[in-house]
């Protein structure tokens, strides 16, 4: 299996610019994460999806940010406008939810960096 | 707020010796632990878990103990190895929710010298 994927590896913007981060879960995979990591607060969860419906978005730090899942095999990361701040490594995850506990399986990452 | 707390940023350790990671939480509703393994530029991997009804689960080199009185869990890694140098990540959830969803500490950077 190619594991999670998430494109762009680097991404480099202006502030006030919109910035689109994308995931491929694991085909299979009926839950999907979006997590920030930064040096403060460590792995953030911003929302979660369960079979491309929105469950949790209660992590997004602000109406600046939004998330969709059209299909069970994409979802995107969305910040409009985007600030300094929000610089980071912005993970994406994906796992079984049928059962006992599946351990959540990470993409490589974005780093995301506003100047 | 934090639920999951990694003290400790960093932690430096001989090759052959043990290494000891600590993790501490405060929401007493966490059933399920997990330790996440994360090198530069990679995402992280699941390393080891342990449910609440046991108080140690072993896998290899790598065990996790709980006590949950103390809301505290520790991974051990005997012996240590270059190769585990890395950053590791403590995470809990509830699981008898079925929300899958995991609440992760800031991690501790393990460096092994050889």
């Known amino acids: 299996d190619a594991g999670v994927i998430q494109s762009p590896r680097h991404e480099v913007t202006e502030m006030g610019q919109e910035v689109t981060l994308r995931c491929k879960p694991i085909?299979?995979?009926?839950?999907l994460f979006w997590y920030r990591q930064t040096m403060m607060r460590g792995l953030e969860l911003l929302i979660y999806?369960?079979?491309?419906?929105?469950?949790?978005d209660s992590g997004m730090p602000e109406d600046r940010f939004s998330a969709k899942m059209p299909n069970a095999s994409f979802s995107t990361l969305k910040i409009q406008p985007s600030e300094p701040r929000d610089s980071a490594v912005y993970f994406c995850?994906?796992?079984?939810?049928?059962?006992?506990?599946?351990?959540?399986?990470f993409g490589n990452g974005t780093r995301l960096t506003v100047t | 707020d934090q639920q999951v707390k990694q003290n400790s940023p960093s932690l430096s350790v001989q090759e052959g010796r043990i290494s000891i990671l600590n993790c501490d939480y405060t929401?007493?509703?966490?059933?399920?632990f997990l330790w996440y393994k994360k090198y530069p530029a990679e995402g992280p991997t699941f390393l080891i878990s342990?449910?609440?009804?046991?108080d140690k689960n072993e896998d290899g080199r790598f065990t996790v103990f709980l006590n949950k009185s103390a809301k505290h869990l520790s991974l051990h890694i005997v012996p240590s190895q270059p190769g585990d140098s890395a950053v590791y990540f403590c995470?809990?959830?509830?699981?008898?929710?079925?929300?899958?969803?995991?609440?992760f500490g800031t991690g501790t950077r393990l460096t092994v010298i050889p």
């Open positions: 999806f369960n079979n491309n419906v929105p469950i949790d």
């Open positions: 929401n007493s509703m966490f059933d399920y």
């Open positions: 995850a994906s796992s079984r939810g049928e059962g006992t506990y599946s351990p959540l399986h």
């Open positions: 995470a809990a959830t509830v699981d008898q929710t079925g929300a899958n969803n995991l609440f």
């Open positions: 085909s299979g995979h009926d839950y």
């Open positions: 342990i449910s609440s009804i046991k």
